[in-house]
């Protein structure tokens, strides 16, 4: 339920463990032993140690969530990869023209690849357009 919310965190680079096969006394378990927060939307594992994510739209989840684990001074926006939660790390231009589709490789200015899954981002529209959507929700999250 709360897959949105994960990718989002990912993006602003916060570590997130998110598994929809894991049953709730893992995840209790691993939260536990990982030093993670359990965030859920079920009220009875939110009971047994976790946090009850209130919100009703992903973007009022993200900034319930930067207020609440005061989250703001964290943020590292594109440094972690949303899909696998790897860790980004620049690349040159010298290297991402092999990795990169051709006018996507002319458009960008910065490009970086996921340590863990080989994933290559670059900045493009999507990015300046996830950007926007980030500098909302920061703002909403610090008022
Ligand atoms: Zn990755």
Redesign the pocket.
Known sequence: MLGKLARWLRILGFDVFFDCNVDDNQLLLLARKEGRALLTKDRELAAKGGYLVMGRTWEEEIEEVIRAFHLEEAIKPFT???????E?KEIDRETAKKLVPPLAFQRATRFSI??????VYWDGTHMTRMKNVLDRIIKEAQK
Not at 114 to 119: P, Q
């Open positions: 972690r990869c949303p899909v696998c939660n790897g980004l996921c340590k863990k899954c080989g994933r």
